[in-house]
């Protein structure tokens, strides 16, 4: 059945594919609550733009549970092959994403903006409640995409529905019979591994804190502090973490991606890492 423009009550998942298989719509924003299917459904919204000979992109604006890159970041990937490649990202500095708010909906905007895919398949966490139900709407302004699709309609992603002007078509489709709620404990697994997938084979550099420029020296940083890497020109370029704290020298070391750009200021993170990779959420005197 193929969609058209309007809101529709679907009863398969066919009907968000014909989205991309149709040439209907560029962009489709996926919201559901936790556990609801939004992973298994992009995967398979990407399958079919690859499989229809369409470029495809993921804009993941989860920060906590990701399809693509780092957690703490909001992340652009694009398909070679059947595989999502991070192509981008922009600090959200934390997981938590109502303490993210701004930098998800500034970077939200940036890597939409730069995605030059012919289907962009846009990824949201599972909140979908109170403040997370105001996060949604001002993400579906950030990007503004041409179709929408809810997974199993509430109440309260019929606000999203009848409170969100969206240019195109809207789908509500039915959560996976099967689908099976995380633990918290499943969920910090997976960050682990995302941080420890980012990180492998990353490399260890020391350099003089004076070398970094603004938003920050380096002078206060504690070792297993996240922090976000930024070019001259202000761009983030990826995500370190502190291994030692300045020196009386003033020498900072830091644990960065292998392929790692060349970076001349940091934005410290909401986030402390041990060496597994296991977080802990820590204050900051610039929050």
């Known amino acids: ?23 209907t719509a560029k962009r489709i924003f996926v919201v559901g609550a936790q556990d609801s299917g939004k992973s298994t459904l992009c995967r398979i919204l990407l399958s079919a733009a690859v499989s229809a000979g369409r470029s495809a992109a993921i804009l993941d604006l989860d920060v ?4 693509i890159g780092p957690p703490a970041c909001v992340t652009l990937g ?3 092959g059947a595989r999502a490649v991070l192509a981008d990202l922009a600090f959200a500095r934390t997981t938590n994403p109502m303490r993210a708010w701004n930098s998800i909906l500034s970077g939200a905007k940036r890597l939409s903006q730069t995605a ?10 599972g909140f979908v409640k109170g403040g997370g139900l105001a996060l949604k709407i001002a993400q579906l302004l950030a990007v503004a995409p041409d179709a ?18 969206v240019g195109g078509v809207t789908l509500c489709l039915p959560m996976p019979l099967l689908a099976r709620r995380k633990t918290e404990g499943e969920r910090r697994a997976a960050r682990r591994m995302a941080f420890r997938t980012y990180f492998s084979g990353g490399t260890m550099i020391t350099l003089p804190s004076q070398q970094l420029t603004a938003p920050h020296d380096g002078a206060d940083l504690p070792a ?4 976000g890497l930024e ?13 030692d704290p300045p020196r009386a020298e003033g020498a900072l070391t830091l644990l960065v991606p292998a392929a790692s750009e060349q970076f001349y200021a940091m934005k410290p993170g909401l986030l402390s890492l041990d060496q ?3 977080e802990r959420h820590v204050p900051h005197p610039s929050t």
């Open 1 to 23: 059945m193929t969609a058209s423009t309007g809101r529709k009550i679907s009863i398969g998942w066919e009907d968000a594919s014909d989205l991309v298989t149709a040439g």
């Open 64 to 67: 906590g549970q990701k399809m």
């Open 78 to 80: 694009v398909m070679s």
């Open 116 to 125: 030059a895919a012919d289907v962009l398949i846009v990824n949201t966490c």
């Open 148 to 165: 929408l699709v809810v997974l199993g309609c509430t109440p309260d992603l019929d606000r999203i529905l009848d409170d969100q002007q």
């Open 224 to 227: 297993g502090l996240l922090v």
């Open 231 to 243: 070019d001259q020109q202000g761009r983030e370029v990826g995500i370190g973490v502190v291994v």
């Open 276 to 278: 597994a990779f296991r």
